[in-house]
């Protein structure tokens, strides 16, 4: 069984000088039945490459984030990004993130970047940013521009815990607004990081209206007891089979705990390799 991880931040210090690494953190420091992994407590990435391989993940997709100003989220530089998957080019690709504060200098320097080793997307959290926004909000539209000049696929993250950690209500975690994007850009693969938990229900409707929407609820999807997890489920298997991708969002959880806990959620067995792997290597350009 080959495994793509769709979100792994890693204990590197690009992520853990800063907020970001500890951000992310969230659920082990604050939730009981959340251990973490013993590489992201020890912030040792040797130790993480052996959980990745013990549970079978080729790849780990490094997310950017960008989120200026924004709570205690913090963020990464993309050159950070470049230096990581220039350091480890056989365990992680990785999106470009963009300040929502400063969209047009963002926007110039993954131009630039973009065609570095091992960069497959970018990276956006327009609920979270210091200033939340929809994903429909014009002050976008040269995101998604450029993203399709240069055939890439946009991230878009959204969850409740984003935006409140962010200083936001929940709510800006809805999808809707995605799909309005989704129906604008028809040729733009957009991939929706979190799945805009807890609207899981939305977030499935969303993804059947529009066939370039792919849903990764990452940890929401491969934690057991963790709620909504049913409905991305139930959605893969009546209707997006193709279109779901697997996530672990580490550090939050450890890797291995979230590929078995993944595996008993009831997926259908028939798409399970799908879920795991082919979907996002063909999204990524990894088969």
């Not at 504060?101 to 960069?119: N, Q």
């Not at 607004?177 to 028809?186: D, E, G, H, L, N």
């Not at 279109?243 to 399970?272: C, E, H, M, N």
Request: hydrophobic fraction near 45%.
């Amino acid at each position: 069984m080959q495994i793509i991880d769709m979100r792994l931040r890693p204990p590197v210090e690009a992520w853990t000088k800063g907020s970001v690494f500890r951000t992310a953190m969230h659920y082990p420091r604050k939730c009981i039945s959340f251990k973490g992994a013993r590489s992201a407590w020890l912030e040792d990435v040797d130790i993480l490459f052996e959980e990745m391989d013990s549970a079978g993940v080729k790849w780990g997709v490094a997310m950017g984030r960008a989120s200026s100003g924004a709570g205690n989220l913090g963020g990464v530089s993309n050159k950070e990004i470049v230096d990581l998957l220039e350091t480890y080019p056989k365990r992680f690709v990785g999106f470009l993130g963009v300040d929502m504060e400063a969209i047009p200098e963002s926007l110039a320097e993954i131009r630039e970047l973009a065609h570095s080793r091992g960069v497959k997307g970018i990276s956006i959290e327009p609920g979270s940013g210091k200033v939340p926004r929809w994903s429909n909000d014009p002050s976008l539209d040269p995101v998604y521009e450029l993203a399709l000049e240069l055939n890439l696929p946009v991230s878009i993250s959204l969850s409740g815990l984003l935006c409140a950690l962010a200083g936001h209500e929940i709510t800006w975690s809805r999808p809707t607004s995605i799909q309005m994007v989704a129906q604008r850009y028809k040729a733009l693969k957009i991939i929706v990081s979190h799945a805009a938990w807890p609207y899981a229900d939305e977030m499935v409707v969303v993804a059947l209206a529009c066939p370039n929407i792919y849903v990764s609820p990452d940890l929401y999807a491969s934690t057991a007891g963790m709620i909504c997890a049913e409905s991305y489920v139930k959605g893969a298997n009546l209707f997006l089979e193709d279109r779901t991708l697997f996530g672990t969002a580490y550090p939050v959880r450890d890797i291995q705990d979230s590929v078995r806990d993944f595996l008993d959620l009831g997926w259908r067995k028939d798409i399970i390799d799908k879920v795991l792997f082919d979907n996002a290597a063909k999204l990524l350009g990894l088969a």
